[in-house]
């Protein structure tokens, strides 16, 4: 029997070895992702005095908009770990503008703005450059400067993200790309122990792409992470929240097509693409030639998007406006086929008029924009959000009555300038309107939203 | 695993229990064995060089996991005191984890290796009744057999990544102790370092094109077996 003992146990621990293989090297044994919000990398970028924030004011001569700085601002970056639309690991990269200095207003717990920032086509776009990026002066002048820690995620696809396209104008992605931004700033700067830390106050801004992004993290927000954020405010500005009712518009024979449109249908019909698969078989089946051999990884890229006119992978058109027809981006068959598409199916999915905000809108834009046309997407969302049991708000830099005499008076006379500095005329008109949306409006509408934000604050919102 | 391991210990404790006498194996006999192997990896490497994504000190590293996996072998005694000895396994499988910068992206990619590597080795006199130790100098080559990246490392890389590692051949060296139950059964373990050197190439997809980032790993293995051997 003693000798049959062992005899047993080495059969037992043989059968026993033959089933431990190694580990497997299929996906299925693979560790579970770093979860979202991880902070892979976060670091101090570099510092702004409170005179070169007021040097830089004055020299674009919007001082009397943003006031005097308050605050230094300490830029931080942080790279971190979030989701792509089909829930697989993605990377980003934010901003953290952090206010610094010894007056009160810098100084301890400051309300965080989370800040959704405008198209662009340029893949190194991002919003720690605050010496070059003018999107990210603004906000740090507006924001940062004035006491807010500002979080400006760079969106999935730009700066260091490895994520080869971005998803454009998709409202859960982007939701969920600045919950991650948010969760990984607020790790970050936790470990780091800096002195200037993170209230529970959360407001939400963005303009153009950056306002639907804001109204969607809101909507995202309050539906799923009500637990984990409370949202203060939102103040999404000049964004497009009615995506199906624009597209409408732009696509139909008898609309309008918008400046911007030869840059932004790439980017959507990307997206799209990407995140549902069912917008086209082929390229071929949207784009004209010869733009379809290259339209759909055309962007983020650090090309100049002058020379990809020069390289024939865009209209020569400099309005952004030659969509259709001959020379133009976009098939006829898409512009015939559009009313039944899964195009217009995505736009649909992705419009924001169907929900019910739990804490205040305050929105703004300027009623003449070209590129995001105010009616149909401001005017529409301040219809269908309002009377839902929190103040929904639409300023409007055109009306008077709306946003009041002294910034519509300034909003006007800095068009007026516009148009002067061109020649006044037909050339004047034309410089307003180029300057309409990306120049003339951003800083007017930040005041307006900022001034709401310290009302709502103030109250104790 | 651990079950595994408590099964292999009970054996060595009824081995030891045994009342039996046993000499070493004979000049000209043959053992297979077959048991349990861990890899245990300190890897070493630089960071990551090339690319379009630059990153600050200490730079976007990678660290290669540890493994257990099953070994088996054949020892041919050709002298009194001397052996020869082909150390062989089913390829264990590492994670390959971000390091470095990279730190806290967890698991990156997937390697596969297989490492036949062959010894002789010199036997000495029982050092306790029935256990004989022994050291062996040998020859290793690792094959790196299949290798993936992760959706992780595919998400820090920029796009779709494929992973290159070049085989390496280099010195092996191994103590370790036979514990003879009977003249056919034995218990063997070992603890054995070897020299295994590869230069990674990760050739990422991007909509520029590939994008290549290399190292050079120095995997500095040892491996500790605890295994059951049939002489014949």
């Known amino acids: ?461 | 695993m651990k079950k595994n391991i408590s099964i292999l210990a009970g054996a060595a404790l009824l081995a030891l229990s045994s009342l039996a006498s046993a000499q070493d194996a004979q000049v000209g006999s043959s053992t297979v064995y077959l048991g349990l192997a861990h890899i245990d990896v300190n890897s070493k490497a630089a960071a990551l060089s090339g690319g379009s994504k630059q990153f600050p000190e200490p730079g976007a590293k990678v660290r290669v996991g540890d493994q257990t996996t099953t070994g088996f072998g054949y020892v041919y005694r050709f002298a009194e005191q001397w052996s020869g000895e082909l150390v062989l396994g089913l390829p264990p499988s590492h994670k390959v984890y971000g390091s470095g910068v990279l730190q806290n992206v967890g698991q990156i990619a997937t390697v596969r290796q297989m490492p036949p590597t062959v010894f002789v080795n010199y036997h000495f006199g029982p050092l306790l009744p029935k256990l004989y130790p022994f050291v062996g100098l040998g020859l290793n080559y690792t094959y790196f057999e299949k290798t993936r990246s992760t959706p992780s490392g595919d998400a820090v890389s920029g796009g779709p990544t494929k992973i290159y590692l070049s085989n390496s051949w280099g010195a092996a060296a191994h103590v370790g102790f036979t514990l003879r139950y009977n003249e056919r059964w034995s218990l063997v373990g070992t603890a054995a370092y070897a020299d295994v050197k590869s230069n990674l190439r990760a050739v990422t997809t991007t909509n520029n094109g590939e994008e290549t980032l290399r190292t050079r790993i120095n995997f500095r293995p040892m491996v500790y077996s605890l295994s059951l051997g049939y002489s014949f």
């Not at chain 1, 919950?179 to 303009?207: C, E, H, M, V």
């Not at chain 1, 030639?289 to 020379?307: G, K």
């Not at chain 1, 086929?337 to 992705?350: I, V």
């Open chain 1, 1 to 461: 029997m003693n000798r049959h003992f062992p005899l047993a146990g080495l059969a037992l621990a043989a059968s026993v070895l033959l089933s431990a293989c190694g580990g497997g090297s299929g996906a299925d044994s693979d560790d579970q992702p770093a979860a979202r919000g991880t902070v892979v990398l976060g670091q101090l970028g570099g510092q702004a005095t409170i005179e070169q924030i007021n040097a830089g004011t004055a020299a674009k001569g919007i001082q009397s908009l943003t006031g005097a700085a308050k605050c230094g601002v300490d830029v931080h970056y942080v790279y971190y770990m979030t989701r792509d639309p089909g829930g697989n690991p993605a990377t980003a990269s934010t901003a953290v503008l952090l206010p610094s200095g010894t007056d009160a207003s810098c100084t301890g717990s400051r309300p965080v703005l989370l800040y959704a920032h405008g198209t662009t086509t340029t893949k190194s776009y991002n919003m720690a450059q605050v010496t070059t990026n003018t999107e990210a002066s603004l906000v740090m002048a507006f924001y940062a400067a004035q006491g807010f820690i500002v979080v400006a995620p760079n969106y999935m696809g730009y700066d260091r993200s490895g994520l080869n396209y971005t998803p454009y104008l998709n409202a859960e992605s982007s939701a969920v790309d600045m919950i991650d931004g948010l969760r990984a700033a607020k790790n970050y700067l936790t470990s780091a122990g800096t002195a200037t830390q993170p209230s529970k106050k959360l407001l939400l801004a963005g303009y153009s792409q950056g306002g639907h992004v804001a109204m969607a993290t809101q909507k995202v927000m309050e539906r799923d992470y009500a637990s984990e954020f409370t949202v203060s405010a939102s103040g999404p500005m000049s964004g497009p929240y009615n995506l199906v009712g624009f597209g409408d518009t732009i696509v139909s024979p008898q609309g309008k097509v918008n400046a911007g449109a030869t840059l932004f249908l790439p980017l959507m019909l990307t997206s799209y693409q990407k995140a549902y698969g069912n917008i086209y078989a082929a390229p071929t089946d949207v784009y004209q030639s010869p733009y379809a051999a290259t339209a759909e990884t055309l962007f983020p890229t650090d090309t100049p998007v002058a020379d990809l006119i020069a390289a024939g992978k865009l209209p020569n058109d400099t309005t952004f406006t030659k969509l259709f027809g001959t020379g133009g981006l976009l098939t006829d068959s898409f512009r015939s086929g559009y009313a039944t598409s899964n195009y217009r199916k995505a736009l649909q999915t992705n419009t924001l008029l169907d929900w019910t905000p739990k804490h205040p809108i305050a929105m703004c834009g300027g009623a003449n924009d070209p590129t995001v046309f105010y009616a149909i997407n401001t005017t529409a969302a301040k219809t269908a959000l309002s009377g839902k049991g929190v103040p929904v708000t639409a300023y409007n830099l055109e009306d008077a009555t709306s946003v009041g005499p002294t910034v519509n008076g300034a909003f006007l006379q800095a068009q007026a300038g516009t148009s002067a500095a061109a020649g006044g005329g037909t050339a004047g008109a034309a410089a307003v309107q180029g300057a309409y949306h990306g120049t003339l409006v951003p800083p007017f509408c930040n005041v307006v939203v900022r001034s709401y934000f310290q009302q709502v604050l103030a109250a104790g919102g």
